[in-house]
């Protein structure tokens, strides 16, 4: 496999301005100024191989969003090396600019709001430099997987957020890039868009094996959609491997879920910590060397119905990771 | 250099057709920069009674004023603060264009809303004009209308760095009304300030394509401001490089 995304120990540093609170303070730093340094991504190492579709997640202020502009060349890291299909990303050659697209979800379109989504299409298509038979092409196909025809002839300030989106991503995708950015492509959008466009996404990675980088706070998103996932906190990498043992790596329990005939329920914390429990039925956290004997005293001391052991959702383990960090 | 040509043609269309969508804040913008050529008038045409020369000269002025206008300090400088300005880090194409197509739509539309105005006042003021005079005027205002962008870029750009860009625009202009020969027409300045005005920027950007197009100037004096005109583009041009150079450099040190 051949890696179009590689990064070296990548460090981005900020210089933020720094003061106490009041007046006097205030006018002090008028004169003297005292800054604090943020790093904002301390020595982060991956790559990620054509073709790829990797979840790149992490709480808030964690580092994803300054990561992908470093890497789509918006930003100039303070150390480490990128090498992005090939390039060096802040040099920002017109040929590695037309082969990548960066959508961010709270920003999916920009430039004039007057014209109509199809003049828009077609500017795309003349900076990006598409011939006319690959735009039609381009532009069939897209319509086709967004469900784009409606919209062609409305003006962007006209359509909605979920509009909005699907049209940026037709922007963006118009001159076919190989390297995608997606910054939170489902921020804001209602279920049926959501579903929508994690359709499209993997529809879209599939058909033209386009190497895609996502950040997602929502973990479908993720579970959908990618097989590996980097998670990096406060800028560093905590995880870099499969989705599928992420909760087994992270996560120290499982869920036994479980459902009894008997009358009257035990004591069931004496069994694992509960989650939840609803007339016969409880979900209990166990830890994970434990479940089978857990499970075994269970199906000795009442007359169970159904069992099931499942990983905790990946919505709780990333919360659990969150707060409590990697152990 | 024919695609740049085409995307800066087309760049200018689009942006024309969203300044049309703003009609009454492009109507405020066009009023606000015919204020200052327009008092010039009124004051000058009492102080100098019966001299239709100036006239001429601030009603001509009233049109350059109108075909160079910039504004990247709204242009440019708000999307270095909002963050649409690294949208157009990620184009493959000049981020000039973008500004530039913006800049030529505004004085396109200025002109066109303008029009009626600077033709009422032309003819209510009495104004003389010489064909001649008027082509020779029109090198200097094409030069005039680059060496204003590039000046109003050039303290736009000071965005990378503080978030005062608006003020410093406006420091600018103000330079402008009172060194460009719109509170005064040059010719007018204390001897020893004269010297000092014809060959600033601000002259070679406003006030001395007005005085061609107003007979105010022998041909010697037109062949020198054309030269002072090219030296201040190059000296802008090559400024306007180097702080874009650091300011980008600053903008992806720190974060769009």
């Given at each position: 496999?051949?890696?179009?995304i590689?990064?070296?120990?990548l460090?981005?540093?900020?210089?933020?301005?720094?003061?106490e609170?009041?007046?006097?303070?205030?006018l002090?730093?008028?004169?003297?100024?005292?800054?604090?340094?943020i790093h904002?991504?301390?020595?982060?190492?991956?790559?990620v191989?054509?073709?790829?579709?990797?979840?790149?997640?992490?709480?808030?202020g964690?580092?994803?969003?300054?990561t992908?502009?470093?890497?789509?060349?918006i930003?100039?890291?303070?150390?480490?090396e990128?090498?992005?299909?090939?390039?060096?990303?802040w040099?920002r050659?017109p040929?590695f600019l037309?082969?990548?697209?960066?959508i961010?979800g709270?920003q999916?379109?920009?430039?004039?709001g007057?014209?109509?989504?199809?003049?828009?299409?077609?500017f795309?298509q003349?900076?990006?430099?598409?011939s006319?038979?690959d735009?039609?092409?381009?532009?069939a196909?897209?319509?086709e997987?967004?469900?784009?025809?409606?919209l062609?002839?409305r003006?962007?300030r006209?359509?909605s957020?979920?509009?909005r989106?699907?049209?940026g991503l037709?922007?963006?995708?118009i001159?076919?890039?190989?390297?995608?950015?997606?910054?939170?492509p489902?921020l804001?959008?209602?279920?049926?868009?959501?579903?929508?466009?994690r359709?499209?996404?993997?529809t879209y990675s599939?058909?033209?094996?386009?190497t895609?980088?996502?950040?997602?706070?929502?973990?479908?998103?993720?579970?959908t959609l990618?097989?590996?996932?980097?998670?990096?906190?406060?800028?560093?990498?905590q995880?870099?491997?499969?989705?599928?043992?992420?909760?087994?790596?992270?996560?120290?329990?499982?869920?036994?879920?479980?459902?009894?005939?008997?009358e009257?329920?035990?004591?069931?914390?004496?069994?694992?910590?509960?989650?939840?429990?609803?007339?016969?039925?409880?979900?209990?956290r166990?830890?994970?060397?434990?479940v089978?004997?857990?499970?075994?005293?269970?199906?000795a001391?009442?007359?169970?119905?159904?069992?099931?052991?499942?990983?905790?959702?990946?919505?709780r383990?990333?919360d659990?990771?969150?707060?409590?960090g990697?152990? | 250099?024919?695609r740049i040509?085409?995307?800066l043609?087309i760049?200018?269309?689009r942006?024309i057709?969203?300044?049309?969508?703003?009609?009454a804040?492009?109507?405020?913008l066009?009023?606000?920069?015919?204020?200052?050529?327009?008092?010039?008038?009124?004051?000058?045409?009492?102080a100098?009674?019966?001299?239709?020369?100036?006239?001429?000269?601030y009603?001509?002025?009233l049109?350059?004023?109108l075909?160079t206008v910039?504004?990247?300090?709204h242009?440019?400088?708000?999307?270095?603060?909002d963050?649409?300005f690294?949208?157009?880090?990620l184009k493959?194409?000049?981020?000039?264009?973008?500004?530039?197509g913006t800049?030529i739509?505004?004085?396109?539309?200025h002109?066109?809303?303008?029009?009626?105005?600077?033709?009422?006042?032309?003819i209510?003021?009495?104004?003389t004009?010489?064909?001649r005079?008027?082509?020779?005027?029109?090198?200097?205002?094409?030069l005039?209308?680059i060496?204003?962008f590039l000046?109003?870029y050039?303290?736009?750009?000071?965005?990378?760095?503080?978030e005062?860009?608006h003020?410093?625009?406006?420091?600018?202009?103000?330079?402008?009304?009172?060194?460009?020969?719109?509170?005064?027409?040059?010719?007018?300045?204390?001897?020893?300030?004269?010297?000092?005005?014809?060959i600033?920027?601000?002259?070679?950007?406003l006030g001395?394509?007005?005085?061609?197009?107003?007979?105010?100037?022998?041909?010697?004096q037109?062949?020198?401001?054309?030269?002072?005109?090219?030296?201040?583009?190059?000296?802008?041009?090559?400024?306007?490089?180097?702080?874009?150079r650091?300011?980008?450099?600053r903008?992806?040190?720190?974060?769009g």
């Amino acid at each position: 496999m051949v890696s179009v995304i590689d990064v070296q120990d990548l460090t981005m540093v900020y210089k933020a301005p720094l003061r106490e609170a009041g007046l006097r303070a205030a006018l002090v730093s008028v004169v003297h100024r005292t800054y604090r340094e943020i790093h904002a991504v301390e020595n982060i190492s991956f790559t990620v191989d054509s073709g790829e579709v990797v979840g790149f997640i992490g709480p808030n202020g964690a580092g994803k969003t300054t990561t992908l502009k470093m890497l789509s060349g918006i930003l100039h890291p303070t150390r480490g090396e990128v090498r992005a299909l090939g390039a060096i990303p802040w040099r920002r050659e017109p040929a590695f600019l037309r082969q990548i697209a960066l959508i961010r979800g709270s920003q999916p379109i920009s430039g004039p709001g007057e014209l109509t989504v199809l003049d828009s299409l077609r500017f795309q298509q003349l900076i990006y430099e598409v011939s006319d038979t690959d735009f039609k092409k381009s532009l069939a196909v897209l319509v086709e997987m967004l469900d784009l025809e409606q919209l062609l002839r409305r003006q962007i300030r006209a359509l909605s957020l979920g509009e909005r989106m699907r049209c940026g991503l037709a922007l963006a995708l118009i001159y076919q890039p190989r390297l995608l950015f997606l910054d939170e492509p489902t921020l804001g959008l209602d279920v049926t868009a959501i579903q929508m466009m994690r359709r499209f996404i993997a529809t879209y990675s599939r058909e033209t094996h386009a190497t895609i980088l996502l950040t997602s706070h929502y973990m479908a998103d993720v579970e959908t959609l990618c097989k590996r996932i980097v998670l990096i906190d406060k800028g560093r990498l905590q995880y870099d491997g499969r989705l599928e043992e992420l909760a087994a790596t992270l996560s120290s329990y499982k869920l036994l879920k479980v459902a009894i005939s008997d009358e009257l329920c035990p004591d069931w914390s004496g069994y694992g910590e509960v989650v939840e429990t609803e007339d016969r039925k409880v979900a209990l956290r166990v830890q994970r060397d434990q479940v089978a004997a857990v499970t075994t005293r269970l199906l000795a001391e009442c007359t169970v119905i159904d069992l099931a052991i499942e990983n905790p959702p990946l919505e709780r383990v990333m919360d659990q990771v969150y707060r409590e960090g990697i152990a | 250099m024919r695609r740049i040509l085409h995307l800066l043609v087309i760049s200018t269309q689009r942006e024309i057709l969203q300044w049309l969508a703003w009609r009454a804040f492009l109507l405020t913008l066009i009023i606000n920069q015919m204020v200052a050529p327009l008092i010039g008038l009124a004051i000058w045409s009492v102080a100098l009674p019966g001299n239709h020369q100036i006239s001429t000269y601030y009603v001509a002025l009233l049109a350059v004023q109108l075909m160079t206008v910039s504004y990247e300090n709204h242009t440019v400088a708000n999307g270095i603060y909002d963050g649409t300005f690294s949208q157009q880090l990620l184009k493959p194409q000049p981020v000039i264009l973008g500004p530039l197509g913006t800049n030529i739509a505004l004085r396109v539309l200025h002109l066109l809303f303008g029009l009626p105005l600077l033709i009422i006042v032309g003819i209510g003021m009495g104004t003389t004009w010489d064909v001649r005079m008027i082509l020779l005027a029109l090198p200097a205002l094409l030069l005039a209308a680059i060496l204003r962008f590039l000046f109003t870029y050039l303290l736009a750009l000071s965005a990378f760095w503080s978030e005062q860009a608006h003020a410093i625009v406006s420091f600018g202009e103000t330079l402008i009304f009172l060194l460009g020969g719109s509170a005064a027409p040059i010719a007018l300045f204390p001897a020893n300030l004269h010297i000092l005005g014809e060959i600033a920027p601000m002259y070679a950007l406003l006030g001395f394509p007005a005085e061609i197009m107003s007979s105010g100037l022998q041909q010697s004096q037109i062949l020198s401001g054309y030269g002072w005109q090219i030296l201040w583009i190059l000296v802008f041009a090559l400024a306007l490089q180097l702080i874009w150079r650091s300011g980008l450099r600053r903008y992806t040190a720190i974060g769009g």
